[in-house]
Nanobody
C-alpha cells in the first residue's frame, strides 16, 4: 500500500504562487497515473490535474488551465503541482492520489483512483 505525503501548502495573496509536492513511499508510482484533487469547505472533492505514469501526458481542469502545472519525478517517487496566479477561489485542501494498477496511460480521473492512496492533504489559502 502506498503512503502519500503532501507538502508545500500555505497562505498567499492573490496572484502569488505555490508549489505542492507529494512524496510516495511503499511502492513505486512509476507505473500508475497520479493526480491532484482539492476540496473546499462545503464542496465536493474535485479533480485539479492528472498525469500519466510516464509524465508525457497531463490533464488540468478548466478552472486552473494556464495557471497550474502538474509534473512528476519517478526517480524521486514524487508528484508536483506548480500553482501560479492564484485566486481566492483556489483556496482548499489539496490532496494527491495514485491511480489503481493498470492506470499507467490514464488521465487519473476520480473513478481511476486507488482509494487507499489518498494523502492527508495540504491546505492552500489565497487571500484577496
Amino acid at each position: 500500500q502506498v503512503l502519500l505525503v503532501e507538502s508545500g501548502g500555505g497562505s498567499v495573496q492573490a496572484g502569488g504562487s505555490l508549489r505542492l509536492s507529494c512524496a510516495a513511499s511503499g511502492y513505486s508510482i512509476s507505473s500508475r497515473c497520479m493526480a491532484w484533487f482539492r476540496q473546499a469547505p462545503g464542496k465536493e472533492r474535485e479533480g485539479v490535474a492528472g498525469v500519466t505514469a510516464s509524465g508525457i501526458r497531463t490533464y488540468v481542469a478548466d478552472s486552473v488551465k494556464g495557471r497550474f502545472t502538474i509534473s512528476r519525478d519517478n526517480a524521486k517517487n514524487t508528484l508536483y503541482l506548480q500553482m501560479n496566479s492564484l485566486k481566492p477561489e483556489d483556496s482548499a485542501m489539496y490532496y494527491c492520489a495514485a491511480g489503481r494498477a493498470g492506470t499507467w496511460a490514464s488521465p487519473c480521473t476520480r473513478g481511476q483512483i486507488d482509494d487507499s492512496s489518498w494523502g492527508q492533504g495540504t491546505q492552500v489559502t489565497v487571500s484577496s
